[in-house]
């Protein structure tokens, strides 16, 4: 096993200055080149930090606790996890999971991670929500992943919802469609809210006149349906911008039994890039790709950021999808959402 002592011989440098150096704690103490140069002898040796020894120097056991609800159950929230893990894998921490899901008690979840001395966590939740911290969080790093705290003090990454809406609504104008519908939801969200005020602001951009009718806001079932449809007999959209791809399925149905064609008679844009519904539709969906991969790698790098007190600026970004903001954004840090290019909106 490659010792300290062997790097500090490598690079002619003190072995305290290795360890401030493997240790994330040279910013300021160390000259940024020889740094560099640690580092770099230390990956050439394959030198790797000792977890148990570090636990012991420094009294913190490198874990990070991901509390979730819904999250881990949800097939494609599942990136969430995935980016979590590798930020904290990148700068040498362990993830610990824990769903609440299925009668599981949070307090007693938060317990045992405490219990495994975990040092700092994340909670995640589904939908974009606001929510209130547990008890047993408040004195802990917490970072709060697709969810808000009602005072707006707890570090938090979500997406830009409202970028969502006016992004997608604006591809449409773009496509040349002069009535377009926004199919919403009919749940008190912050992404509904945020979604419908930038479809209006987009439409106000274009000069286009507000037409409350071509709004609606439904659930996940057979009213849904019977909503969507006349809209398509009332109002004749030939644009629509759905809440999420779910929705997009009501648009889908509807055009077909009315033998219009998506892509050409009728332009849909969704949100979620759901594989099961982006993928399988005929056309394929074009829709915006929320950043799940891009809040979980975030949110863990910052609960790092807070656990260890420094700014992380020797952290390797790894490129994603949608552009992540820094770790000093405000509070809520917000992704602004990738648009993808499908077949279902018609060219102009």
């Not at 602001?201 to 969507?228: C, F, M, Q, Y």
């Not at 050409?264 to 790709?289: I, K, Y």
Request: aromatic content about 8%; glycine content about 8%; charged content about 25%.
């Amino acid at each position: 096993m490659v010792t300290m002592k062997e790097i500090a011989k490598r690079t002619g440098v003190s072995i305290s200055t290795v360890s401030l150096v493997m240790n994330h704690r040279d910013a300021g103490r160390v000259k940024p080149a020889i740094a560099a140069h640690v580092r770099e002898v230390a990956e050439e040796l394959g030198y790797q930090v000792n977890p148990m020894a570090s636990s012991l120097r420094t009294n913190r056991t490198r874990t990070i606790g991901f509390i979730s609800e819904e999250v881990a159950t949800t097939p494609y929230a599942g990136g969430m996890i995935l980016g979590a893990q590798s930020a904290a894998s990148q700068l040498g921490y362990l993830l610990i999971t824990v769903s609440t899901d299925g009668g599981m008690d949070e307090g007693e979840e938060i317990d045992a991670l405490n219990r495994y001395g975990a040092d700092g966590f994340l909670y995640a939740k589904m939908s974009n929500r606001v929510t209130g911290l547990p008890d047993r969080l408040k004195h802990s790093p917490v970072v709060l992943v697709d969810a808000t705290d009602a005072d707006g003090t707890i570090p938090s990454i979500e997406p830009d919802e409202y970028r969502i809406g006016y992004d997608a609504t604006k591809r449409l104008v773009d496509a040349g469609c002069e009535r377009i519908a926004y199919v919403g939801c009919s749940e008190p969200m912050i992404a509904q809210e945020g979604r419908l005020a930038g479809y209006r602001a987009a439409l106000e951009e274009a000069g286009r006149k507000i037409d409350d009718r071509l709004i609606i806001s439904v659930l996940n079932n057979g009213p849904a349906l019977e909503a969507v449809s006349d809209l398509f007999d009332w109002e004749r959209p030939d644009g629509f911008f759905c809440f999420n791809d779910a929705r997009a399925w009501y648009v889908y149905e509807c055009a077909a039994r009315r033998g219009l064609t998506i892509g050409r008679d009728v332009s849909v844009v969704g949100v979620d890039n759901h594989r099961v519904f982006a993928e399988t539709f005929s056309p394929q969906l074009t829709t915006v790709a929320l950043p799940h991969f891009e809040m979980g790698y975030w949110a863990a790098a910052k609960v790092i950021s807070m656990i260890e007190q420094r700014p992380l600026d020797d952290l390797q970004w790894p490129e994603t999808t949608a552009p992540m903001p820094p770790l000093d954004a405000e509070i809520p840090a917000k992704v602004h959402c990738t648009l993808i290019e499908k077949e279902s909106v018609r060219k102009a």
